[in-house]
């Protein structure tokens, strides 16, 4: 597993831990990212939403420029980001 997946994990068990600390998350990500050592580039924006049980977030990621032959193959089998959907 990947450092950036690491962060992502330990922030999601942060949040469910720390009601306050989800509401920072919530209110003012790209500080709260920041305070735990994740950078965001400057001129991104971050927008943070909690899933319910009866409602959930479906995130298409960008469209990248250019596809190598490997990726559109992997995305063309059903992967993406090294995960099978």
């Known amino acids: 597993m990947n450092d950036q997946s690491n962060q992502y994990q330990q922030l999601v068990a942060n949040c469910w831990a720390d009601e306050a600390f ?24 971050i927008r943070v939403v909690e899933d319910s049980a009866r409602a959930l977030t479906l995130v298409i990621p960008a469209k990248p420029d250019v596809l190598s032959d490997d990726q559109l193959a992997d995305v063309a089998g059903g992967k993406w980001g090294g995960q099978v959907w």
């Open 22 to 45: 989800k509401q920072r998350l919530l209110d003012n990500p790209v500080e709260t990212l920041a305070a735990e050592g994740m950078s965001v580039p400057e001129g991104v924006t």
